[in-house]
């Protein structure tokens, strides 16, 4: 199989001829009438994956899926539309679109004083609620959180899922989301809005460790992400502190200082 499509059911009757290139083109011409954001990536397939089937190496098809899910639990997600996939002569190509939101991402949103002032609540609510089901999102920066009018929608969520043991204890679990959160914080919320957002979440969460012990494994978790980020991904972190409008010392200033 060279190419893959996922449809939303609501949408299996329309033209789309059961084509990658149909679909994507479709997509396209919905990008440019303002109703849908379309994420489109190429690259190629990892030497470890070669032998998967497509609808296993794609992040678009998956994340459709689990874009699904959340929404099927009753959680703000965004709504995807059509996912595809295919094998190229270099590799392969993916793309994703969604229904367009009608506002920014919460980081910029934030960073150009736009959020309003419970916005911190609003994430502890949104996390806490992600979690209660069940779920992880496995990236959950304030940049995939995006307005769609007053509330809060899930984004780019192809690594999350339904945590399959000790959601509390696991490596990917629960923490890991707050360890993400709290990295975005210490860049560019106060100290203030740092604990309305904890006491937001504590207050909706599901039951789990005591708080002492929950904060101390996400300051490890948070360690790991920085030297990861320090050692790995030096370029995204150039990019965050650019998008903050930071130097990047600063940025790393701010990462460490609480």
Not at 30 to 48: D, F, M, N, Q
Not at 143 to 156: S, T
Request: charged share 25%; glycine share 8%.
């Amino acid at each position: 199989m060279r190419e893959i499509l996922w449809v939303a059911p609501d949408l299996v009757s329309a033209d789309l001829r059961g084509s990658y290139a149909s679909a994507l083109d479709l997509a396209r011409a919905e990008v440019a009438a303002g109703r849908v954001h379309l994420k489109l990536r190429t690259a190629r397939w990892p030497r470890w994956a070669s032998g998967l089937p497509l609808h296993r190496k794609s992040w678009s098809l998956r994340e459709a899926r689990v874009l699904s899910v959340f929404r099927d639990a009753g959680l703000l997600a965004a709504e995807p539309l059509v996912a595809g996939a295919r094998i190229t002569a270099r590799g392969g190509e993916a793309f994703l679109a969604t229904r367009l939101s009608s506002g920014p991402d919460l980081e910029r949103a934030v960073v150009r004083g736009e959020a309003h002032r419970a916005w911190p609540q609003q994430v502890g609510a949104a996390l806490a609620a992600l979690h209660r089901a069940g779920f992880v999102h496995r990236d959950a920066f304030l940049r995939n959180l995006v307005f769609d009018g007053p509330a809060l929608v899930w984004i780019d969520a192809h690594r999350g899922g339904p945590v399959r043991w000790a959601p509390w204890l696991s490596p990917r679990g629960f923490p890991y989301d707050l360890a993400c959160l709290e990295l975005d914080l210490l860049a560019i919320a106060s100290e203030a809005e740092g604990k309305l957002f904890w006491e937001a979440y504590l207050g909706a969460a599901p039951a789990g460790p005591a708080e002492a012990r929950l904060r101390a494994r996400v300051r490890a978790i948070r360690s790991r992400l920085l030297r990861r980020f320090s050692s790995r991904r030096a370029a995204v972190q150039a990019a965050q502190a650019a998008r903050l409008g930071l130097e990047l010392p600063e940025l790393l200033r701010r990462w460490r200082s609480r």
